[in-house]
């Protein structure tokens, strides 16, 4: 089963996870890292730039790989995910751009931006550490319901209620790609190691299907719980409808340090 850990706050999870993130480094100088957009792992970004400036720590060979990309918005969009990362990730960490990826949505490249992306993943030797967000409605990257479980990176028609959610980085909803490009389910899955935040009571329900509802494409987060190192971080409200709430919570207070996550 997933870890599931209960922390204050945001900053407390970025502690976290930005101590397993060096740790990484530290152990493998060119870790490949699996980089989440959306408001949800901001913190751990800036925690971790903050730890690699104290601890002047190598990261010009560290890789990312961004887990999704909206189709069609003009190269340079401010809210591209790829203007995102490199704002957010790639430059207050000081990662070499070139060694961090994002998929296309290039229109004109979108038939193999798929394959082209899996390919380079392989490339790279896979996912070390995989940073994922949780919409609403359970979506994991851009992998909407019903997405399968089995799916790599491909083409995606956004939700309305993700849409919708996401009209807050654009003028208008209009504004809003309709169609989006996504590590699939089962490109996630085969990342060594998945940490998934979430913070707030809007992600209650999202993080108890994920964590404890059946395994179901309805519910893409619940994939989860086909992988074997998982670790779910998230704040006492977004945990609030965890029935197993208590187990979780003594589980880790009993938890050997040297385990770390
Ligand atoms: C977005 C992203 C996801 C993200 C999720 C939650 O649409 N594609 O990767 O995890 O929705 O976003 P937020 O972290 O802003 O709540």
């Avoid at 903050?50 to 990261?59: G, M, S, T, Y």
């Avoid at 059946?214 to 670790?231: E, K, R």
Wanted: net charge negative; hydrophobic share 45%.
């Amino acid at each position: 089963m997933a870890e599931v850990v209960v922390v204050p706050d945001a900053q407390a999870a970025g502690a976290l996870v930005a101590d397993t993130l060096v740790a990484l480094i530290r152990r493998k100088a060119d870790a490949v890292l699996g980089l989440a957009t959306g408001s949800t792992p901001l913190a751990t970004y800036r925690a971790l730039a903050e730890r690699v400036r104290a601890e002047q720590l190598d990261v010009s060979a560290v890789r990312g790989f961004a887990l999704d990309e909206y189709v069609g918005l003009p190269a340079g969009h401010p809210e591209s995910y790829r203007a995102v990362i490199t704002r957010e990730v790639v430059e207050p960490l000081g990662l070499n751009p070139r060694l961090v990826q994002v998929p296309s949505g290039d229109p004109a490249t979108i038939t193999h931006a798929g394959a082209d992306y899996e390919a380079a993943i392989a490339a790279a030797g896979g996912i070390d550490l995989q940073i994922l967000g949780i919409g609403r409605s359970g979506h994991i990257g851009f992998n909407e319901p019903g997405s399968s479980l089995a799916s790599r990176t491909r083409i995606k028609t956004l939700t309305e209620a993700t849409r919708i959610d996401n009209a807050r980085f654009f003028a208008s909803i209009e504004d809003v790609p309709t169609h989006c490009i996504t590590q699939g389910i089962g490109t996630i899955l085969a990342a060594r190691h998945l940490v998934l935040l979430a913070f707030g009571d809007s992600k209650a329900a999202a993080v108890a299907a994920a964590v404890e509802g059946p395994v179901s494409a309805s519910q893409p987060g619940s994939a989860i719980q086909l992988h074997p190192h998982v670790t779910v971080i998230v704040d006492a409200p977004a945990g609030s409808q965890l029935g197993q709430l208590a187990y979780y919570e003594h589980a880790w207070a009993h938890k050997p340090a040297w385990q770390g996550i």
